[in-house]
């Protein structure tokens, strides 16, 4: 056998399936060996009284990227994948953004020209189609799931991203067609555009009022349409960011039917309220994202949608903006909730948070973990079993974790270039220290290893949920899929 470029001895490996005490042989790269005794490497790591993982997959994430409200995320390619990398990441998935009046093969190319010279850890693409012209809908959507650009956002709200109905299901029906998976933003923007003019009139400014006007009634409500647009269509769909039960019992109830709807939550939907939103002054600002964080009660209910598997994902949708004029305070010091764009920074306590308050807790299993820290993510976007799991044959993209470990989140400590975290001062326990990104060592005694621009760009296949099963086909199901004759 020739020799191993690296062996991980003695920690124990864990996938979404299988738990055991052995070693892991890399070479050129991937995985080649898991077996007690292995043959010594050129170089060794002591991983006893460890958990060796597969490296994360942070599937929502938003880097160097133009927002919803027009304005620049506070993470370059280079910051944002170093923090993902310091959280136990070796792949994240960011967004290509069209906005009105591009091209779509134009924005990625512009995407991919800031990625190359500065990601650290792996990536691959999500678009976001804003502008679904014909152009767009025949021809550049399908010659980019071609190129491996398998999933695309949609947003129900925002003035510079929104889709109406019709829109959407332009969209799934090239999805349909093509085998690629819509994302949904699903929020009622008639309903957050109400709320929100009754609450300016009435001198209502704060913070705090962002989350009063994404009404959970209107994540519900949209939601519930998009489900619809999607079973009209009989084509899978992922409703992202969700943060109200309403929403996930849509998910739920979808499921339950058999439809390919999946779910995904995130850290400031388990660890924040809108409480955190009620800070004096502008201080709330650093917590508005979209749907806002909401009660305790919801807390649970996200717990329970991870618990019970109607979440397949939990991503941080790491929208990262600094506290100052280049972000969440360009309107000024004296901004009102409307003026402040939303999104707050997790990508590298994303995974720790989960480990602790779910693993250490008992609320999930080591495996379910893993499923939601990395496998599933792999799986739904097309990148399994490259990605996503330690087999043979797969990147060796491993995270090491000392289970044990205590830690007091605080920023001085990250790596983002955000200026604060949602998350400061929550303590947590359990922490990858050592991270492997395709057989090399890339984050080893608090230091980063690796190169700007040595991570990776992946082209994904077609996503699980996309791909056919033979069934709910036209011709099994005539009346609840005749949305989707339509376009045969
Ligand atoms: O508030 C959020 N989530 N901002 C990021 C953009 C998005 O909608 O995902
Ligand atoms: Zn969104
Ligand atoms: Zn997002």
């Not at 021809?139 to 491996?148: M, N, R, T, Y």
Request: charged fraction near 25%; aromatic fraction near 8%; glycine fraction near 10%.
């Amino acid at each position: 056998m020739a020799e191993f470029d690296l062996v991980v001895r003695g920690g124990t490996v864990v996938t979404a399936a299988d738990k055991a005490r052995c070693d892991v042989g890399i070479r050129d790269g991937r995985v080649v060996a898991l077996a007690e005794g292995l043959p010594k490497g050129k170089r060794e790591i002591d991983a006893t009284d460890r958990l060796v993982l597969p490296g994360g997959i942070d599937s929502h994430v938003h880097i160097e990227q133009k927002g919803s409200y027009g304005i620049t995320s506070s993470d370059d390619f280079f910051t944002g994948t170093r923090s993902a990398l310091f959280g136990g990441n070796t792949t994240v998935m960011p967004f290509a953004a069209q906005h009105k009046g591009q091209g779509l093969r134009q924005v990625v190319e512009a995407y991919r020209d800031l990625a190359t010279p500065k990601a650290v850890c792996d990536y691959a693409f999500h678009l976001i189609v804003s502008d679904p012209t014909e152009q767009v809908l025949g021809q550049e959507l399908p010659a980019l799931i071609k190129d491996g650009f398998t999933s695309f956002k949609v947003f129900m709200t925002y003035d510079l991203m929104k889709l109406d109905d019709g829109q959407m299901l332009d969209v799934l029906s090239v999805a349909r067609r093509e085998g690629a998976l819509v994302m949904v933003h699903a929020e009622n923007h008639e309903v957050i555009k109400w709320i929100t003019k009754r609450l300016l009139d009435r001198g209502h400014r704060a913070p705090k009022y962002h989350a009063i006007s994404h009404a959970r009634l209107a994540e519900g409500e949209a939601t519930h349409r998009a489900i619809v647009l999607s079973e009209l269509m009989d084509t899978p769909m992922l409703i992202v960011h969700v943060s109200a039960e309403l929403a996930m019992n849509a998910i739920r109830d979808a499921q339950t039917r058999g439809l390919k709807v999946y779910g995904e939550t995130c850290p400031q939907y388990l660890f924040l309220t809108a409480q955190d939103i009620d800070k004096p002054g502008l201080e709330g600002a650093k917590f508005c994202c979209s749907p806002p964080p909401r009660d305790e009660a919801s807390q649970e209910a996200m717990w329970r949608g991870l618990e019970n598997g109607t979440f397949q994902l939990f991503s941080s949708d790491h929208a990262p903006y600094r506290f100052d004029e280049t972000a969440k305070l360009s309107k000024g010091p004296n901004a009102h909730f409307r003026e402040i764009p939303p999104g707050m920074p997790g990508v590298e306590a994303r995974a720790a948070l989960l480990f602790s308050e779910g693993v250490r807790t008992g609320r999930i299993d080591i495996h379910r973990f893993v499923e939601l820290n990395s496998t599933n993510a792999a799986k739904i976007y097309g990148l399994f079993p490259r990605k996503g799991t330690i087999a043979i044959g797969s990147d060796a993209d491993i995270a090491i974790w000392e289970p044990d470990l205590e830690r007091t989140i605080t920023w001085d400590d990250l790596h983002d270039n955000v200026g604060y975290t949602p998350y400061e001062g929550k303590k947590v326990t359990g922490w990858p220290t050592i991270v492997i990104r395709r057989g090399e060592v890339v984050i080893e005694g608090g230091e980063l290893h690796a190169e700007r621009g040595s991570g990776a760009f992946l082209p994904c296949s077609t996503p699980e949920p996309a791909r056919p099963r033979g069934r709910f086909t036209p011709e099994m199901d005539p009346a609840r899929n005749f949305g989707a004759q339509l376009v045969e």
